[in-house]
């Protein structure tokens, strides 16, 4: 199928990547001289099909390039999250067994400290400058060799787990014996979203260490559209950005949705949305309230898939299918779903249990985790695997997800899911944010706590508590009813907008002597 190499050739000038914040363009010629001029040079560097290199940068307009280079020639790249801290990045660089490091001059003072910690052999390179340990990324690639080899075997991007328990873990594909011209199961995705094509302009408003952003764009280059990318996600400027690029796909986490919704009229309804042909939303349970309202407001463009960074399995579910089959994530595309109780065995429609995808193969290992790989594994097939979520399927193979295992309550020998209490409670017009977890309780065995940050100008105590404990009541069973809820300024998310759970639970344990 054509991808970048094609429209270099095709529609040479056309913008590839925009930077929202800048303005700044790169062509589709550029983007494809350059990761040509990468992979050449990381070959002179003597990376070879399978090798490794590492990458630190904001979401910057140079990162298709970095990760072109990797898919054309056959290598892993490493994109590291930009908020961590330097022991953080060396731990990943030096896991990954990267061999070049690549950052930028905005991330130099980080980037400066993790080469003190990583090997002295692993080269590097610097873009926008130049910095002590670094050479000048611009310069290097100016002086690589421009020659697109005659074989260019697919790489893959080495992403690594957020983590709820110690390190973040290396989520490793094998690398498959095809060109860089392949089908992606990304693609595949973007041919079911209305008008998806070489007009497309696609909105990443996420961070671009995350998989969904990286396909996604990289996906659409596939296409020959325009990727709009901004630094960071604010529901005011994400709105602006459709309206002054027009765009016409985006892809969202829920609680993105959830902060444009909570925006006042006049300042979220205002922009003109009408060039929109999908908006597509993942990675996380959406409550349905939520996306009712984004259907009633925008039509029945909303689309929304779920799948992991592994590749265990992927579903898709239309706007017309979700209204028949509401709080569905679809049917799927790619992996046989089975839903299998603590013991392995299948369970029947309606039941819920741990969701696994039956591939010809298992599409993922976590590097240097064989415990961690083998417990991604179903205990009799191999071929099995799971990233932890609990779900059910409907008679028609419609799944529907209820919580991750890890953070599913059991009070008194009931299973409670979080997920639901937090779509019922962040409806409350006086919730900003919510995060739901059990804690231990000597006779249920565990109970429903919540953490709440409320919308401005709503003060805490025990008025506001008893208003959302009856809001909860009135909508949920009075077990799902959390037994506390405390109030706080922040509670802890990924850049992607994905709540960090754990750490809360993890802060709350410790305090109760029971972590």
Known sequence: MPYLADFAASTPDKPAVISAVTGEGISYAELNDRSIRLANLLGEFGLARGDTFAVLAENHVRYFELYWAAARAGYYVTFVNSHFAAEEVAYQITDSNSRVFISTLQMADVAQQVRERIDPSVRGLMIDGAAEGFASYEAAIAGASAKQPLRQPRGEAMLYSSGTTGRPKGIKRPLRDVEVDDPTATIALLSLCPGADSSTVYLNPAPLYHAAPLYWSAGVHNLGGTVVVLGKFDPEEFLAAIERFRVTHTQVVPTMLVRVLKLPPERGRGH????????????????????????????????????????????????????????????????????????????????????????????????????????????????????????????????????RRSFMIISGGVNIYPAEIESCLIMHEKVADVAVFGLPDSEMGEFVHAVVRLAPGVPPGPETEAELKAFTRAHLAGYKVPRHIDFRDELPRLETGKLAKYLLRREYLAASGAG
């Open 272 to 403: 003109d949305l009408s060039s929109l042909r999908a908006l597509v939303h993942a990675a996380a349970p959406c409550p349905p309230e939520v996306k009712e309202q984004f259907i009633d407001w925008l039509g029945p463009i909303v689309y929304e898939y779920y799948s992991g960074t592994e590749g265990s399995g992927l579903t898709f579910i239309t706007p017309q299918e979700w209204l028949s089959h509401r709080g569905s994530v679809g049917r799927s595309l790619v992996g046989v779903p089975h839903i299998c109780d603590d013991f392995g065995a299948e369970v029947p429609a309606g039941t819920a249990g741990t969701v696994y995808f039956e591939q010809p193969q298992a599409p993922f290992e976590y590097h240097g985790d064989a415990r961690k790989t083998m417990d991604s594994r179903h205990p009799r097939h191999d071929n099995w695997t799971t990233i932890g979520d609990i779900g059910y399927l409907d008679e028609e193979g419609y799944l529907y997800l209820t919580d």
